[in-house]
């Protein structure tokens, strides 16, 4: 794979620029509660060095009673400045599952505006299984400005996601297990019902990715898109469960160099809730 350090880096490249004093490394491990892993936990006992913790959760939007919502923009600021993130920092992030929620902290930074952001490849799991060093003790963080502009197209909300639904454009991904796109498996949270947003394609996230947790090549994520039915010229809305696995959609596309594509940030959470939103079952047409 060739590195990039606005998408994707390699765990060589990550460790060969560690001692780096402008690289800021985030831990963004988050899991499902029926996954029985704890990202804060497993964070406290190894990390990467120097890593911190990003907690998806804490950094989210506590006015809304969706799952972690993306933050106002003077929250992720002062979670930022905490952290010692700020202007001018190279940032890697990476989880505990291999590629995962990584990827929606990588979507988050693009949102307010930062671009030096990249996904480690294949995550904590291929960094331990190459032996690369880790470490249990936190970072010493040192408070760092930050300049944050929200880009809003970056991200939709479910107004924007229905006219999208009911005029075809633009495209709607949905990253979820097959089986839960077509509504024949129950969704993981209770009270939503099942299926999908009329009109959109399913791409289940892990179809993108190679048994080691690390992303296919550029020339088979195309294929990937284009086989379930996406036109890769025409802007694209990513969506999942709750606006975590859709960023890895986000960040395939953007390997792609396809460059119009917003998250719902709501996703089937909010979508799934709302009995007055159509909802459709069976294979993506």
Same mark, same amino acid.
């Given at each position: 794979?060739?590195?990039?350090?606005?998408?994707?880096?390699?765990?060589? %490249?990550?460790?060969? !620029?560690?001692?780096?004093?402008?690289?800021?490394?985030?831990?963004?491990?988050?899991?499902?509660? $029926?996954? +029985?892993?704890?990202?804060?936990?497993?964070?406290?006992?190894?990390?990467?060095?120097?890593?911190?913790?990003?907690?998806?959760?804490?950094?989210?939007?506590?006015?809304?009673?969706?799952?972690?919502?993306?933050?106002?923009?003077?929250? @992720?600021?002062?979670?930022?400045?905490?952290?010692?993130?700020?202007?001018? !920092?190279?940032?890697?992030?990476?989880?505990?599952?291999?590629?995962?929620?990584?990827?929606?902290?990588?979507?988050?930074?693009?949102?307010?505006? =930062?671009?030096?952001?990249?996904?480690?490849?294949?995550?904590?799991? =291929?960094?331990?299984?190459?032996?690369?060093? #880790?470490?249990?003790?936190?970072?010493?963080?040192?408070?760092? !400005?930050? $300049?944050?502009?929200?880009?809003?197209?970056?991200?939709?909300?479910?107004?924007?996601?229905?006219?999208?639904?009911?005029?075809?454009?633009?495209?709607? #991904?949905?990253?979820?297990?097959?089986?839960?796109?077509?509504?024949?498996?129950?969704?993981?949270?209770?009270?939503?019902?099942?299926?999908?947003?009329?009109?959109? =394609?399913?791409?289940?996230?892990?179809?993108?990715?190679?048994?080691?947790?690390?992303?296919?090549?550029?020339?088979?994520?195309?294929?990937?898109?284009? +086989?379930?039915?996406?036109?890769?010229?025409?802007?694209?809305?990513?969506?999942?469960?709750?606006?975590?696995?859709?960023?890895?959609?986000?960040?395939?596309?953007?390997?792609?160099? !396809?460059?119009?594509?917003?998250?719902?940030?709501?996703?089937?959470?909010? %979508?799934?809730? @709302?009995?007055?939103?159509?909802?459709?079952?069976?294979?993506?047409?």
């Amino acid at each position: 794979m060739s590195d990039d350090p606005k998408t994707l880096v390699s765990t060589s %490249w990550l460790e060969a !620029h560690l001692n780096n004093p402008d690289l800021r490394v985030l831990d963004a491990s988050w899991y499902l509660p $029926t996954m +029985g892993r704890n990202g804060a936990a497993e964070y406290n006992d190894s990390h990467i060095p120097g890593a911190r913790f990003f907690d998806i959760d804490e950094i989210s939007d506590h006015r809304s009673d969706l799952p972690h919502m993306a933050p106002p923009v003077e929250k @992720f600021i002062s979670r930022m400045r905490k952290m010692g993130v700020g202007d001018g !920092h190279q940032v890697v992030v990476y989880d505990g599952a291999g590629l995962f929620s990584a990827a929606r902290v990588w979507w988050l930074f693009r949102l307010m505006g =930062k671009t030096d952001v990249a996904v480690l490849d294949g995550g904590f799991p =291929k960094w331990v299984a190459e032996g690369r060093p #880790v470490e249990d003790m936190p970072p010493m963080v040192r408070d760092r !400005h930050i $300049t944050v502009q929200r880009q809003s197209h970056m991200s939709r909300d479910v107004t924007q996601v229905a006219a999208a639904s009911k005029l075809g454009s633009p495209q709607i #991904v949905d990253a979820r297990a097959a089986d839960r796109f077509s509504g024949e498996a129950a969704e993981p949270r209770a009270g939503l019902r099942a299926g999908h947003i009329p009109g959109s =394609k399913n791409v289940p996230f892990n179809a993108l990715l190679k048994a080691d947790g690390t992303m296919k090549s550029v020339a088979d994520l195309q294929s990937i898109f284009e +086989g379930a039915g996406i036109d890769l010229s025409r802007p694209v809305i990513t969506s999942c469960g709750s606006g975590v696995t859709a960023a890895v959609l986000s960040l395939a596309l953007e390997r792609l160099g !396809h460059r119009e594509h917003a998250l719902y940030d709501g996703s089937w959470t909010e %979508w799934g809730q @709302f009995a007055d939103l159509p909802v459709e079952t069976g294979e993506a047409r």
